[in-house]
């Protein structure tokens, strides 16, 4: 009884619990129908989700206002700059990765250099770069698709069993990624910050340079994200990441982080992105219209974080 | 505002200097808008008349209600990330019920006022992050809007039209408008008592719940006014666009942030400008499009241009907040 207890203390439970109810929902509804293919198709999608969610994981538990906005045209750019790159032939594959990585982090860090030179906050940082990306891709991408190398392209939807390949090396990834939270003093770094930024300075960590890495990390997780989105929608364009800016708020804090900074949860942005991907896929399935399945999204997601409440004050 | 902490007050002198920071910096918003109409006086000096305040700021009525009503809950250490599809959403309802269905409309309107009251509660009672809360609503009117006009069209009430197209003497009717916002909005919160508490709860919400003060209600009224707002903003915008879409405000909700933060608001602490915030609206609303067509910028660096113009005024900000501390 006592670990049952103690695992509906854990935050990220109740992000899962919600996929699932979701999934269930669908199953019943269909009659048992594509239950296994909705999660296939919900694994493949999450992982975009995830990719991002994780970079906007760190950069929010860093403190109130850390925020990263220019991650939608982020995305868009580098999947531009790794199918340009990439030039349509497999042997580039590997080097319009490296370019849609470098071309992230490059962001992350003129994000951060926007932060502590013009001591602005975040959000507003991250706003006035995303414009400026933003045209940065309009005219390096003039607008138009640019189609992936079918290596690549088949390597995105790649499926051994019914899981996707990707979404197991972005497993694999998440649990580095909750390593390095919990067991590196990079990871114990931001925690520290995020609780308190005074007293992590006074105790020694480097406030500006872990700051640094971690917009650094999170531009270049939606670099990487980009290529990734561009090879399994076979094309990259400058609209491509716009719903990934709501969706990595969404998942980081549905998952059981906290939006006050120095609480971050790994597993609970796999299950927050897993369930918003089955919310949608349920909404299609009962085969709403537009306006209802956004009402419902925006209601259900109101409904989780009530449910799940908020942190007891700590006073 | 204005609290000094206790240790910076010994000499006079020292004093003096902190103070001429602190009203530089209270001036800078209007220092940036100073800017940007000299750039426009520059680069086409026709434009500074009646016609050409009123053509340019055309757009600059409902983007500073929807920055007050952003203003309004940022002073309460919260964000609304609705606002934007908040205000297509009383623009779809403006340009069809309130025109059609007059009481069915403003039954509609009153009772959004209502569920923005409803959220303040929710996020005090359950301690949620508004930030989550007003994401979820912010799908939830977009797809309210969608519901309501599914296509581009409606139009709007007549009186709403004659009102947005009055023409004053000498002043430009945008103008007076923003006078009259800042003016009312400053009075209300900057001067009378309950405008006090109101800040006070982003400022040391603590302090406020041990004078007895009910936090439920200030975090109700914050988000009620800024519903209120959002409302005005709409029905402006469609008073001037004349018909509606579901997705016209969506630019709204960044918009109205970076002009509480132009306007020197700051996300905590419960310090915000009413005043500051309507010039930083007007400040975004002239740099947005009549600057950018008078330095001949090409389409695609439009948007760049935009963002280069809130770093270029923030690092300015920064240059003499630097000399306070």
Known sequence: ?315 | MTAIAPGTLPKSSQRGSAARARLLRGLLPALSLALVLMAIAWLNPRAISYFGFNLMLNLAIPIALATIAQMFVIAGNELDLSIGTFVGFVGCVTATWLRDAPLLGIFVLLGSIGVYALLGALIHLRNLPSIVVTLGMSFVWQGLAILILPKPGGKAPDWLLSIMSFKPPYIPFPILAALLIAAVVHFGLMRTSYGVILRGSGGNAAALRRAGWSLLKTKIVLFALTGLFGVLSGMALIGITTSADANIGNGYTLLSIAGVILGGGEFVGGRVSPIGAVLGALTLALAASPLLTFMHIPPDWQVAANGAILIIVLAARVLISRRER
């Open chain 1, 1 to 315: 009884m006592t670990s049952v207890r103690t695992l509906l203390e854990k935050p990220w439970v109740w992000s899962f619990a919600g996929a699932l109810v979701v999934w269930v929902a669908t199953v019943i509804f269909t009659g048992g129908y594509g239950a296994g293919g909705m999660v296939t198709a919900a694994l493949s999608l999450a992982v975009f989700t995830v990719i991002v969610g994780v970079g906007q994981m760190f950069v929010i538990t860093l403190g109130p206002g850390n925020v990263d906005l220019s991650l939608p045209a982020n995305i868009g750019l580098a999947s531009a700059v790794a199918m340009k790159v990439m030039g349509g032939s497999d042997s580039m594959i590997v080097v319009g990765l490296l370019a849609a990585l470098a071309c992230g982090a490059a962001i992350g860090a003129i994000n951060y250099l926007l932060i502590w030179a013009l001591r602005i906050p975040p959000i507003i940082a991250t706003l006035s770069a995303s414009f400026i990306i933003q045209s940065v891709d309009i005219s390096y991408g003039r607008g138009l698709q640019i189609k992936p190398p079918p290596g690549f392209a088949d390597f995105t939807n790649w499926q051994v069993l019914g899981i996707p390949v990707l979404a197991m090396l972005t497993v694999l990834f998440t649990i580095g990624a909750a390593l390095a939270l919990q067991r590196m003093i990079y990871g114990r770094s931001v925690l520290a910050i995020g609780q308190n930024i005074r007293a992590a300075w006074l105790a020694g960590v480097h406030v500006g340079r872990i700051r640094f890495l971690t917009y650094t990390l999170c531009g270049a997780l939606g670099g990487i994200d980009g290529a990734l989105l561009a090879g399994y929608f076979r094309g990259a364009n400058v609209d491509i990441g716009n719903e990934y800016l709501l969706a990595s708020i969404a998942v980081v804090v549905i998952g059981g982080t906290s939006v006050a900074g120095g609480k971050a949860n790994v597993p609970g942005v796999w299950g927050a992105g897993l369930f918003l991907v089955l919310l949608l896929t349920m909404l299609n399935t009962f085969g709403v219209s537009a306006g209802v399945r956004l009402v419902l999204t925006g209601l259900i997601i109101v409904g989780v974080i009530t449910a799940a409440g908020g942190e007891k004050a700590v006073r």
